[in-house]
C-alpha cells in the first residue's frame, strides 16, 4: 500500500521565488473554445491564491486534450487561463510557448503575486516520454515545484515526475486533501469500511478488489461488471455484459472475500430490457432469474434497499463506478438511489471521479460528500495500492 507523507506548499518559503506549479486544465471546450466545465480550475484556485498572497510568482504548467504535431489552436490553454483570470478577478499572463523565449521572457519579467500560464505541456512529445532534457528546460524557468494535478499524478510525466529531479518538489493543496481522504481511508479508516464497485466491466476493477479485499468489511458491486459475478455463482445472465475469461477469476474473488470474512453483496434483482436504449421495454427480474434475450441495465429496488441499507450503517465508503447505465435516465434509478444514500449516511464518504462523481454533482448531492476525488485513472491506481510517481517523487516530510 503507498503510503504518501509528503511536503507541501506550506512546508517552504516560496515568497519573491519562481513556483513552477503543475496544475490539471484539462477542461472540456465548446465550439466557441469557451470552457464548458471549470471544476478543474477551481479545483486548484487554493493553492494559486496562496502562491498569490505568499508573493510569490507562479508559472502554471498543464496539458489540455492529446495534441498530436506541435502547437495546435484547438488545443490552447488561452480559454483556461481566460476562465482562471475571471475566477481570480485579476489578469493572468498567458505565454505563447512552454520553454520557448516568450516563456522565458516572461517568467522573467513575473513580479510578486502575478500568475503566468505557459501554453499546452503536450505540445512538445517530450512530455508524455518524460524527456530528462525536456524536463531539466522546463525546471529551469522555476526555483520550486509544486504538484497540484492529482489527475496527472499515476503519470511519470515530465512536468509531474520529471522536473523533481532538478526542483525542491511539493504538493498543492488539492493533492494534499486527496492523500489525506483517500490514503486515511486505505491505511486506517473508521469502521464499518464499505467499498461501492460499478462500472462495465470486472477487469477494469480486479486489482482494486484484491486490493479492498484485504482492508473492507463490506463489498458491495453492481454495474455491468455484476453479471460477470452472478455466472460465476453458476446463474444465467440473459444477454446481460459478462466478461467469459473473467468468470473464474470473479468465483476466486467470492471465494476469497468469504474467506476473509469479507461481505461480498451482488444486486438481490436488477431491471432488465430487451435492447440497449433508453426507451426499451423493462422489468424487474431476481437475479438468478434473468431471462434469456434480456440484459441487466440497473440494479433493482430489492438490491437499492440492500445497498442502502448496508451504506446507512458504515463509518467510511469508498466509492467508484456507477450502478447501471447512468447515461440513460431509465437506468439511471441504481446510481442516483446510491448517491442519495452516500450523501445521507453520515459517513466519511469519498467518490472516485467519473461516472459516480457526475451523479453525485449532477443530483446536487456533491456538498454532502466528504470528498469528490479529481483523478479518475489516478483515484482507480490509489485504490490498487499503486505507488503515483507524481506524488512518490515529491519531498517527505
Not at 210 to 219: A, G, P, V
Not at 313 to 318: C, D, I, L, Y
Request: glycine share 12%; with cysteine; proline share 4%.
Amino acid at each position: 500500500m503507498a503510503e504518501y507523507n509528503k511536503k507541501t506548499v506550506e512546508d517552504i518559503d516560496v515568497s519573491g521565488k519562481r513556483v513552477l506549479v503543475r496544475v490539471d486544465f484539462n477542461v472540456p471546450l465548446d465550439a466557441n473554445f469557451k470552457v464548458t466545465d471549470d471544476t478543474r480550475i477551481i479545483g486548484a484556485l487554493d493553492t494559486i491564491k496562496y502562491l498569490s498572497e505568499k508573493g510569490a510568482r507562479a508559472i502554471l504548467v498543464s496539458h489540455l486534450g492529446r495534441p498530436k504535431n506541435g502547437f495546435e489552436e484547438k488545443f490552447s490553454m488561452k480559454p483556461a487561463t481566460a476562465r482562471l483570470s475571471e475566477l481570480l478577478g485579476k489578469p493572468v499572463i498567458q505565454a505563447a510557448d512552454v520553454i520557448g523565449d516568450d516563456a522565458r521572457a516572461k517568467t522573467g519579467g513575473l513580479k510578486n503575486g502575478e500568475v503566468l500560464v505557459l501554453e499546452n505541456v503536450r505540445f512538445h512529445p517530450e512530455e508524455e516520454k518524460n524527456d530528462p532534457a525536456f524536463a531539466k528546460e522546463l525546471a529551469s524557468l522555476a526555483e520550486v515545484y509544486v504538484n497540484d494535478a492529482f489527475g496527472t499524478a499515476h503519470r511519470a510525466h515530465a512536468s509531474t515526475e520529471g522536473v523533481t529531479h532538478y526542483l525542491p518538489a511539493v504538493c498543492g493543496f488539492l493533492i494534499k486533501k486527496e492523500i489525506e481522504f483517500m490514503g486515511t481511508a486505505l491505511s486506517n479508516p473508521a469502521r464499518p469500511f464499505v467499498a461501492i464497485l460499478g462500472g462495465a466491466k470486472v477487469s477494469d476493477k480486479i486489482k482494486v478488489i484484491e486490493n479492498l479485499i484485504d482492508k473492507c468489511d463490506s463489498i458491495i458491486i453492481g454495474g455491468g461488471m455484476a453479471y460477470t459475478f452472478v455466472r460465476a455463482q453458476g446463474f444465467g445472465v440473459g444477454s446481460s455484459l459478462c466478461e467469459e475469461d473473467k468468470i473464474g477469476l470473479a468465483g476466486e474473488l467470492l471465494k476469497k472475500a468469504e474467506a476473509r470474512g469479507v461481505k461480498f453483496l451482488l444486486p438481490l434483482d436488477t431491471i432488465v430490457a430487451k435492447e440497449f436504449k433508453n426507451e426499451a421495454e423493462s422489468k424487474n427480474v431476481l437475479i438468478g432469474e434473468m431471462p434469456d434475450g434480456w440484459m441487466g441495465l440497473d440494479i433493482g429496488p430489492g438490491a437499492i434497499k440492500e445497498f442502502g441499507a448496508v451504506v446507512a450503517e458504515a463509518k467510511t465508503v469508498v466509492w467508484n463506478g456507477p450502478m447501471g447505465v447512468f447515461e440513460m435516465p431509465n437506468f439511471a434509478v441504481g446510481t442516483k438511489e446510491i448517491a442519495r444514500a452516500l450523501s445521507e449516511s453520515g459517513a466519511i464518504s469519498i467518490v472516485g471521479g467519473g461516472d459516480s462523481a457526475a451523479a453525485v454533482e449532477q443530483l446536487g448531492f456533491a456538498d454532502k460528500i466528504s470528498h469528490i476525488s479529481t483523478g479518475g485513472g489516478a483515484s482507480l491506481e490509489f485504490l490498487e495500492g499503486i505507488v503515483l510517481p507524481g506524488i512518490s517523487a515529491l519531498l517527505d516530510k
